[in-house]
């Protein structure tokens, strides 16, 4: 299984598998709220973009903890359909849209947004690119907040080095992403790690029980068999090797 990445996988089934967990990646409400602190000037007259926002649990933590009016980007079109069913659910359909499209080609203006929000989505096409492409969509002293896949040390044993090379290969150092996102037109405001709890207790547990109805819906099905065989390696190397890895939430205001 090392050598097969989430990459290789069809998109239509890795999104089947995930659109039925509240969460696609690592990520609390507890750190959403955390970064939001770092954002100055939040007012009933701010405009978010929360690109790649899987099924919405983070942009609906924002809506519930701003005035703001969100736009929610993902190119999967399940997600957004739930995403704009749970802002119904809330009372949020005012505030909260969720529309289909892709995170390099967006469908914005420029200098339309106050804050430009990602968890867990910015390496599908380059924190650098990322960077660089959405700061035109953000208004003077607007601020960027991702979450990123990142090393906690500048060495580390071979074979999680291998796993995350593969599936993103411009992993790097936490100092390294700060100069990166100073590079392409920010200053850096603010970066933290997610907490184990981030990855375990809402990413990883609630995986267990989804794995098992995904399988015995797609019984004999190989590709759906070693898409979970990734899903349960991921678990037990984060088990072995988290104290080398893990995701930083990146905050930075526009230049």
């Excluded at 990646?25 to 899987?54: H, M, Q, V, W």
């Excluded at 953000?138 to 074979?159: C, H, I, M, N, Q």
Aim: include cysteine; aromatic fraction near 12%.
């Amino acid at each position: 299984m090392e050598e097969i990445t989430i990459h290789e996988f069809d998109f239509a089934l890795i999104n089947e598998f995930f659109t039925e967990l509240e969460r696609q990646g690592p990520g609390s409400s507890e750190e959403t709220i955390r970064a939001l602190g770092f954002i100055d000037n939040l007012s009933n007259k701010t405009k978010i973009a929360d690109l790649g926002c899987g099924t919405g649990a983070q942009t609906m933590v924002l809506a519930q903890n701003t005035e703001a009016t969100i736009t929610a980007l993902d190119l999967y079109a399940g997600s957004i359909d739930k995403l704009n069913a749970t802002a119904v659910k809330l009372g949020l359909q005012n505030r909260v849209k969720g529309i289909v499209g892709s995170m390099d080609n967006l469908p914005f203006q420029n200098d339309e947004f106050d804050l430009i929000w990602s968890e867990g989505a910015i390496a599908n096409i380059g924190f650098e690119k990322g960077l660089n492409h959405w700061k035109g969509f953000l208004k003077k002293d607007g601020y960027v907040a991702v979450t990123y896949e990142s090393w906690f040390t500048d060495e580390r044993p071979a074979e999680i080095e291998k796993w995350w090379l593969d599936a993103v290969p411009e992993i790097s150092t936490i100092g390294h992403n700060i100069s990166i996102m100073q590079k392409t037109g920010y200053i850096p405001v603010a970066a933290f790690t997610l907490p184990e709890n981030c990855w375990i207790d809402n990413y990883l547990i609630p995986q267990k029980a989804r794995q098992e109805e995904f399988l015995k819906k797609h019984t004999g099905n190989k590709t759906a068999e070693d898409l979970i065989a990734l899903m349960r390696r991921e678990a037990d190397l984060y088990s072995k090797y988290k104290q080398y890895y893990g995701y930083v939430f990146y905050i930075g205001k526009k230049m």
